[in-house]
């Protein structure tokens, strides 16, 4: 059974850092694209970043130089390393999982971690 579990959130002051931890258990991590997305009080789930299996990145365009995603497949473990933070920023993140063909398609949610950017 796979399971995500993020930590690394928490209160940061405006132009701070914070790095997002995303742990997956289960052997399907290596194979699968990984994800943050983010959802503010009030506002939909968006995109945030992703990586692929080869290590292949994008970004939503207004978060590109700011935040980078990062994979450790030894680990089974995602990162998403947060600077210059904007009280804009405050959401929950959260961490999804994606297989794609040749594998079976599969999809799994983190339960979420906050973050808040507040002097």
């Known amino acids: 059974q796979v399971q995500l579990v993020e930590s690394g959130g928490g209160l940061v002051q405006p132009g701070g850092s914070l790095r997002l931890s995303c742990a997956a258990s289960?052997?399907?991590?290596?194979?699968?694209?990984m994800g943050w997305y983010r959802q503010a009080p009030g506002k939909e789930r968006d995109l945030v970043a992703t990586?692929?299996?080869?290590?292949?990145?994008s970004y939503e365009d207004a978060l590109k130089g700011r935040f980078t995603i990062s994979r450790h497949n030894a680990k089974n473990t995602v990162y998403l390393q947060m600077n210059s933070l904007k009280p804009e920023d405050t959401a929950v993140y959260y961490c999804?999982?994606?297989?794609?063909?040749?594998?079976?398609?599969?999809?799994?949610w983190g339960q979420g971690t906050l973050v808040t950017v507040s002097s």
């Open positions: 990586i692929t299996r080869g290590g292949a990145t």
């Open positions: 289960g052997s399907i991590f290596s194979l699968a694209t």
């Open positions: 999804n999982l994606k297989t794609f063909p040749p594998y079976a398609r599969f999809e799994i």
